[in-house]
Structure formats: structure tokens, C-alpha cells
């Protein structure tokens, strides 16, 4: 079975310039989630769809970043513009359902460095 | 106060030894919790669940003081490919499956 794939894995930029990132979770998840994960720190929850619709994302910036699942399938996580701090792996989930009881599976992230 | 807590570590054991790793939550309406494991410049993945019980997978033993508010992970005969970050997390009411990660405790286990 195939996993989460993400991409790109890498990516440089310069702060104030925008950056996307896209994930194709797991076939027949319909959860999604995306995290950031600042060295030495544990993942942090930015945004979770169920399906196409927006479960929680209090802990996303909303000034600057944004996010969409269209079609309930592929996500996109926007950034604009970027900061400095933003320099972090951005990690995406799935599983599929919401609730403890339901695994979920994490991509190999994607590696931002803003300089 | 953190969500959840772990020392950093690193720990760095020798093979064969057995080490614990600790974890203390804040809030005590917390549902579900696990241990995750995350290699260098790797995803986390599911390690185990952590149940009142006490459960146990091969060498590893997890267990839950919810009086405590508190979490462990046993490693006994410890292996050199258990060198990892180890990620205790817990789940809260009414955020669904939202995970809240601690900050990772690292494991260096040596010949």
C-alpha cells in the first residue's frame, strides 16, 4: 500500500516570497492533517480536514498561511509570505477516520529552510 | 506549562540495557495516548498505545497513571537500532483526533 507522499522534500527560499506544498495522502483517508515540526521540537497540528470540510485549525496563521483539500483528496499548505521562524519540516497525515482510535500515518515531510 | 512534557534526553545506553522514559501531561480530561518513534530526519511513526492497563510489545512496555498524569516507555535489551526520538502524545476531548506531541526524548544506544 502505497503512503503519504509530499512534496517537494526540499525547498529554499527567501523571506516575504510565497511557498506550496502538496500531499496526497493515503487511498480512502478521510482524514488530513498538516503539521510543522521546528528542530528539536514535536510536530504541531496546523490544520485537519475531514473529507474536503475544516475540522480544526486554531493553531494555523492565518495571515499567512493557508490551506485547501479540493476534492477532498490532495492538499495544498500555502505560505505567504514567509518569515524567517517558518524554517521548519512540514509534515502531512492522514488517517481514516478522527478519533484516537484511528492510526495515523505521516509523509517523509518537506524541509523548509527560509533565509 | 507545556501540554505535554518529556526530558530531552539524550540518553545514551549501552546494548542490552534497559532504560525508561518519561512523560506528564496537563490536562486531565486527555483520552488517548501513544508512543511514537522518529528516526533522524525521518516521519514519527506509531510505536504503541498506551492503555491504563499497562501493555506490552516484545521488549517494550507502556503505561498510564492517569492519577498522575503521567506516561512511560520501558525498553528492555536495548538494541542499537533503537537509537531514535521517542515522542509521547496524547489525545484531547472534543479536538477529535488532534495529537499533541511532546518535544521527543533521544535515545543513543552504543556497542
Known amino acids: 500500500e502505497a503512503g503519504v507522499a509530499q512534496s517537494p522534500r526540499y525547498k529554499i527560499i527567501e523571506k516575504r516570497q510565497s511557498v506550496a506544498f502538496w500531499c496526497n495522502p493515503i487511498s480512502g483517508h478521510a482524514t488530513l492533517y498538516w503539521y510543522q515540526q521546528i528542530l528539536g521540537q514535536g510536530p504541531k497540528l496546523l490544520i485537519q480536514?475531514?473529507?474536503?470540510?475544516?475540522?480544526?485549525d486554531s493553531q494555523l496563521p492565518k495571515d499567512r498561511f493557508s490551506a485547501e483539500r479540493l476534492k477532498g483528496v490532495d492538499s495544498t499548505l500555502k505560505i505567504q509570505p514567509a518569515k524567517l521562524e517558518d524554517s521548519a519540516v512540514y509534515l502531512c497525515?492522514?488517517?481514516?477516520?478522527?478519533?484516537?482510535?484511528?492510526?495515523?500515518?505521516f509523509g517523509p515531510g518537506t524541509r523548509l529552510t527560509v533565509t | 506549562r507545556k501540554e505535554v512534557e518529556q526530558d530531552p534526553g539524550p540518553f545514551n545506553v549501552p546494548e542490552g540495557a534497559t532504560v525508561a522514559f518519561n512523560c506528564t501531561y496537563s490536562?486531565?480530561?486527555?483520552?488517548?495516548f501513544f508512543w511514537y518513534r522518529q528516526d533522524c530526519r525521518k516521519e514519527p511513526k506509531l510505536l504503541m498505545s498506551?492503555?491504563?492497563s499497562g501493555n506490552e510489545d516484545g521488549r517494550f512496555t507502556a503505561q498510564l497513571n492517569r492519577a498522575s498524569q503521567y506516561i512511560s516507555l520501558l525498553i528492555r535489551d536495548s538494541k542499537l537500532s533503537d537509537s531514535a526520538t521517542y515522542l509521547c502524545v496524547v489525545t484531547n476531548t472534543g479536538t477529535a483526533s488532534k495529537l499533541t506531541f511532546g518535544t521527543g526524548t533521544r535515545l543513543q544506544v552504543t556497542l
Open positions: 480536514f475531514q473529507n474536503n470540510g475544516v475540522v480544526d
Open positions: 497525515a492522514s488517517s481514516e477516520g478522527t478519533g484516537g482510535a484511528y492510526e495515523q500515518y
Open positions: 490536562n486531565s480530561a486527555s483520552q488517548s
Open positions: 498506551v492503555y491504563s
